[in-house]
């Protein structure tokens, strides 16, 4: 069973760079199914302000990429033509990744690569040990 080699929950996520693959210069969104905190994947995150978990419409932001590309609450983040968000909420630094990511909704940045990402409702715990041959 999973749970025997420390695997608590799988969580399908989407990364999109943009800029390049450099986290100290690319926007780097990482997509999380709707109220997936980023803090369950990167445990310690805090909000410095606003939120820790966005809306389906917001985004939360790492410390270091808010402060490297001067965003705040309220800023707006194109993904697409079609799919823009606002900063919902910037986290305290960490010392980690996550401080260099902004995390967004999985089905938002799903629509903005033009993909549809069903594995957010369908995958199970009991699919998911399936997928991840986590079974002895």
């Known amino acids: 069973e999973g749970k ?6 799988v969580v ?19 997509g999380l199914p709707q109220a997936t905190p980023p803090s369950l994947l990167y445990p310690g995150l805090k909000a410095q302000k606003g939120k820790s978990l966005p809306g389906p419409k917001g985004a939360v932001l790492g410390a270091r990429m808010a402060e490297r590309h001067g965003l705040d609450l309220g800023s707006p983040l194109r993904l697409s033509p079609e799919v823009e968000l606002r900063v919902e909420g910037i986290l305290e630094a960490h010392g980690g990744l996550a401080d260099n990511l902004i995390f ?18 369908a995958l199970t715990d009991r699919n998911a040990q399936t997928l991840l041959r986590l079974d002895p």
């Open 4 to 9: 025997a080699l420390g695997v608590e929950r």
């Open 104 to 121: 967004v909704p999985l089905e938002a940045l799903a629509q903005a690569l033009g993909m549809e990402f069903p594995a957010a409702e």
């Open 12 to 30: 399908p996520a989407l990364f999109l760079f943009r800029g390049g693959v450099d986290p100290g210069l690319a926007f780097v969104f990482q």
